[in-house]
């Protein structure tokens, strides 16, 4: 706590927006936005790289949280302050870090994508910045935020070690994908007998829901990998005005049904974890094959008439 309390010295008004502005980068919506980018516009295998690592990120946060059940700062010392902005985000249990291994797992894949030094320079320290942020509002102590930034190494060099050997493979990256399948049911089984011990723990529940959200992104793995490769083979190139508009409709597509979802499954199964795996794998599903299928149709369409028209 000794470190907490320096950091709480430190606070002011403008060093508490600047690290609750570094805090977003590990933010779920910062992560999705990055890994559509790549999967759409870039390079589709790196994408799924991605989509392998940041699956078993969140899978393994997850997990930990669930077995070790380390209260937040506050809840060990009842004199310590955190910053009141970062409380609504400090869902569930501390350690591990979840923002912390999200912005590890992202800006450190990014770091291995890009060539430019400056820019690999700023994607390794980034996950350094909101790690101590997460430190700074008084949200996570060292131990949550170092395991986060260890294990979010060990995943980023082992999936990027994996991707070069999987890469264009479509039944290598098919059998990968399964596996990670078996990985997050392993990890649902596990949460699931927490929670039955646990039933009165509110934190383990949610901990049980996130794990089926983690178990619906894997399921689509498998099969992101075997479609797209065999039948609708999307290219990421393109002109700028086409790019920009995949990206605006296909964004604008995931998002709509990651949040409509919600009203019917809120009105059928309350509650229930199993709507947050359907939910999730149709989030997968769209951002995987369904926007690249409908930009591939279109596509075509312009290059037919491109051809018509000559």
């Known amino acids: 706590m000794e470190l907490l309390y320096f950091f709480e010295k430190l606070r002011t008004p403008l060093l508490n927006d600047i690290n609750q502005a570094f805090t977003y980068f590990g933010e779920e919506l910062v992560t999705l936005a990055a890994i559509l980018i790549i999967l759409w516009c870039v390079d589709k295998y790196f994408g799924r790289y991605m989509l392998f690592v940041g699956v078993m990120g969140i899978m393994t946060n997850t997990l930990l949280k669930c077995i070790f059940r380390i209260p937040r700062p506050w809840a060990f010392d009842s004199n310590f302050t955190i910053v009141e902005s970062a409380r609504a985000a400090a869902t569930g249990y501390s350690f591990p870090s979840g923002h912390t291994a999200n912005a590890a797992v992202l800006f450190w894949s990014l770091a291995v994508l890009v060539k430019n030094k400056i820019l690999k320079t700023v994607f390794i320290a980034i996950p350094f910045l909101v790690a101590i942020s997460r430190m700074y509002l008084g949200v996570h102590a060292l131990l949550d935020i170092s395991v986060s930034l260890t294990l979010s190494a060990v995943l980023v060099a082992g999936g990027h070690y994996i ?16 596996a990670v399948v078996v990985l997050a049911l392993i990890s649902v089984v596990i949460i699931s007998i927490i929670n039955i011990q646990l039933s009165e723990d509110i934190l383990v529940q949610s901990g049980l829901e996130d794990a089926y959200k983690v178990l619906g992104l894997a399921a689509a793995l498998p099969a992101v990998c075997i479609l797209d490769d065999k039948y609708i083979k999307y290219p990421t190139t393109g002109k700028w005005g086409y790019q920009i508009a995949k990206l605006l409709v296909g964004t604008l597509l995931v998002v709509a049904v990651k949040e409509l979802l919600k009203i019917p499954f809120c009105a059928i199964i309350p509650g229930n974890p199993i709507a947050e795996f359907i939910r999730y794998f149709a989030v997968a599903m769209t951002g995987g094959l369904i926007v690249p299928w409908m930009f591939t149709l279109v596509l075509k369409k312009l290059n037919s008439n491109t051809t018509v028209s000559s």
């Open 163 to 178: 991707y070069k050997k999987l890469s264009n493979r479509t039944w290598l990256c098919f059998i990968t994908g399964s």
